[in-house]
C-alpha cells in the first residue's frame, strides 16, 4: 500500500493551495480517508476527514477555509485549503483506515509566510 501527497509549497497569508493523496495497493472506496498535520515538536493533529460514504469533518480552526474531497475513480483524496494563515504551516500528511488496515502517506509541506 503507498499513499502519495502532492501540492504543497510556499504561499503568502490569505493565498490557497490544493493537496492531493494518491492511494495504490488498496481498494480505495472501502477506505476512510484523513488529512492531518504536524508541526515539529508536536504531536500530529486532525485536520479533515472523509468517510467511505462521504461523510465529512473538519476541525473549527479550518471550517470554512478548506475542504476534503474524494474521487474513488482516481483513487484520490484532495484538501482544498483558501485563505491560508500561517498558522496552517505545518507537514500535512494523508491517512487510509478502516477494517482493512490503517496507512499513511510521506508527508508534504505547507508553509505561509508573508
Known amino acids: 500500500v503507498q499513499l502519495v501527497e502532492s501540492g504543497g509549497g510556499s504561499v503568502q497569508p490569505g493565498g490557497s493551495l490544493k493537496l492531493s493523496c494518491v492511494a495504490s495497493?488498496?481498494?480505495?472506496?472501502?477506505?476512510?480517508m484523513g488529512w492531518y498535520r504536524q508541526i515539529p515538536g508536536k504531536q500530529r493533529e486532525f485536520v479533515a476527514s472523509?468517510?467511505?460514504?462521504?461523510?465529512?469533518d473538519v476541525i473549527e480552526s479550518v471550517k470554512g477555509r478548506f475542504t476534503i474531497s474524494r474521487d474513488n475513480a482516481k483513487d484520490a483524496v484532495y484538501l482544498e485549503m483558501n485563505n491560508l494563515q500561517p498558522g496552517d504551516t505545518a507537514v500535512y500528511y494523508c491517512?487510509?483506515?478502516?477494517?482493512?488496515?490503517?496507512?499513511w502517506g510521506q508527508g508534504t509541506q505547507v508553509t505561509v509566510s508573508a
Open positions: 472523509i468517510s467511505e460514504y462521504r461523510h465529512r
Open positions: 495497493g488498496l481498494i480505495f472506496s472501502l477506505y476512510n
Open positions: 491517512e487510509a483506515y478502516g477494517q482493512l488496515g490503517d496507512y
